[in-house]
């Protein structure tokens, strides 16, 4: 059974050689003081990715039981497993916006799925498949205002908008919402942010001209809804920041958007030893010691979701104690110098967590390893157990 602990983060499970333990009392609060921030605008909880590794199905019900009505999933899949989990539509709404060609349209229909449509060829495979469902469409077109990725561009815009009306006129869809996605609304400042939220103006006019009564517009992700307000219209996007993380940690750290850390990352010792000097360590031996000391196996490695790119760089809390990965990370194990401490075998190493003993936190790891925190959390593997604590009686 996993415990929390007085700081809110949880005991590694007996037995287990690593977990990612996942406080849903704190995505609960998170959720809070993200609704805090929007001026009424509704609050989607972005389950994509796994939920950023999280678990994506115990933190939508989760999310869904804190009073959020929309949930967003990339890919149909991710879409089907949480109406498959029992979060039928009367519970949330679905968005999932990554369609490719033959893409699962019947089975979203009939499952109550919102869909994106960015593109003629995606209302045309979706019009195929109402008509032979009998069930119609709710639709939200998306608009490449700038960030070049998914979405319609503005010149081919109006004859989306006028395809999409004409469908709707023949009772084969509804057009329930109007999107776009930001490019750098997590450097504020960046002369994009202001361009695209003229370009989102001026998408959204156009369809109201011709004829468009959309439930949402919505334009904002976690950065947008914590530093542009402007941005918020009817629905706000929220991933990274209801999971804890700062989206903008050049601006603050999670406690100041009143967030907390989610996950945290533990592992137990698998073997401490003592090694003379000069002994190399790992892969390579791109770590040799530098005297006599005692290192610590940590048996958690990249196929667990650690970088490869932590060797030598990442951090982690072990007796009381910041240390470095010592060496190459392996696929299943990296070692730790521990100078000449000897924790005993069994000893908890904590990789990430919220920071409140001391440990690093998964913006800490994303720094070691020049990436985003983003990536630290999803990466986490199938391979590591999610145990949950904190949450509300479902």
């Not at 999310?63 to 991710?78: F, M, N, S, Y």
């Not at 009817?234 to 958007?257: F, I, K, N, W």
């Not at 440990?359 to 390893?369: K, M």
Request: glycine share 12%.
């Amino acid at each position: 059974m996993t415990t929390a602990n007085t700081t809110g983060t949880a005991t590694l499970t007996e037995g287990v050689r690593a977990e990612a333990a996942i406080d849903l009392g704190a995505l609960r609060d998170n959720l809070a003081a993200l609704r805090a921030r929007t001026d009424g605008a509704a609050v989607m909880a972005v389950v994509k990715a796994d939920a950023y590794g999280h678990g994506a199905v115990r933190c939508a019900q989760e999310a869904v039981a804190a009073g959020v009505r929309w949930l967003g999933a990339a890919t149909p899949e991710e879409a089907l497993a949480l109406r498959a989990a029992g979060i039928g539509p009367e519970r949330a709404r679905v968005l999932c916006w990554l369609w490719t060609p033959g893409g699962p349209w019947a089975r979203a229909l009939r499952a109550g799925i919102d869909i994106s449509v960015s593109a003629q060829w995606a209302l045309d495979e979706l019009l195929a498949a109402v008509r032979e469902t009998g069930v119609p469409g709710r639709v939200h077109l998306k608009a490449d205002t700038g960030l070049g990725r998914n979405g319609c561009q503005p010149r081919e815009w109006p004859a989306l908008v006028a395809e999409a009306l004409r469908a709707q006129a023949e009772g084969l869809i509804e057009v329930v919402g109007l999107w776009s996605h930001f490019a750098a609304a997590d450097e504020p400042g960046h002369p994009s942010i202001q361009a695209q939220l003229d370009g989102f103006a001026e998408a959204v006019a156009l369809a109201e001209r011709a004829g468009v009564r959309p439930e949402v517009r919505h334009l904002a992700n976690s950065p947008a809804t914590l530093t542009l307000p402007q941005s918020h219209y009817d629905l706000v996007r929220t991933g990274l920041a209801m999971y804890g993380l700062s989206p903008v940690p050049q601006l603050g750290a999670p406690a100041e958007y009143g967030l907390r850390p989610v996950m945290s990352l533990t592992a137990r010792l698998a073997l401490v030893k003592h090694v003379p000097g000069g002994h190399g360590v790992s892969y390579g031996h791109h770590y040799t010691t530098p005297r006599e000391t005692t290192l610590g196996l940590v048996p958690i490695g990249y196929a667990d979701g650690i970088p490869r790119h932590a060797s030598g760089t990442g951090p982690v809390l072990v007796a009381g104690r910041r240390r470095l990965v010592a060496g190459r990370v392996a696929m299943d194990q990296f070692v730790v110098d521990l100078d000449g401490d000897t924790p005993g075998v069994g000893e908890e190493v904590l990789l990430f967590g919220n920071g409140e003993q001391g440990e690093p936190t998964a913006e800490d790891w994303g720094v070691a390893c020049g990436t985003l925190s983003y990536e630290i959390v999803t990466r986490i593997g199938a391979r590591v157990p999610r145990r949950y604590f904190g949450g509300s009686e479902l």
